[in-house]
């Protein structure tokens, strides 16, 4: 059994339970799904495919979570990437994980319909 299929179960019988809180949000296990299987779809719209290299370049909030749980069930390699780093590590470490996708505007997560 791999990661995505333990997440999926144990998401399965939580589904209804909090999953995520935050100050802003409390998404329930589904809603969390919800928002990670379209930012999902929204990674594979941009190409990318299972083993690919996503970097995600986000504070933390649900959007990261959301983003990371995303890289996790489409089977991606994840690098997150602190953006309250000094601009030239962020372009280092960018530079050296050759990232098919740097995932880092949350207005764009935000807006896609769960």
Not at 16 to 31: G, H, N
Not at 38 to 52: F, M, T, V
Not at 72 to 85: A, F, K, S, T
């Amino acid at each position: 059994m791999n990661v995505a299929e333990i997440i999926n179960r144990v998401f399965r019988k939580q589904w209804t339970k909090p999953a995520l809180i935050t100050d802003e949000v409390c998404f329930s296990y589904c809603e969390l799904y919800a928002r990670a299987a379209a930012i999902r779809l929204w990674i594979i719209e941009h190409g990318c495919q299972a083993g690919d290299t996503v970097a995600l370049r986000l504070p933390n909030g649900w959007t990261f979570a959301a983003s990371y749980l995303a890289c996790i069930l489409g089977g991606y390699r994840l690098v997150p990437v602190n953006p309250e780093l000094n601009e030239d590590d962020q372009h280092y470490i960018l530079g050296c994980i050759n990232a098919h996708i740097v995932i880092e505007d949350e207005s764009v997560l935000a807006a896609l319909p769960p």
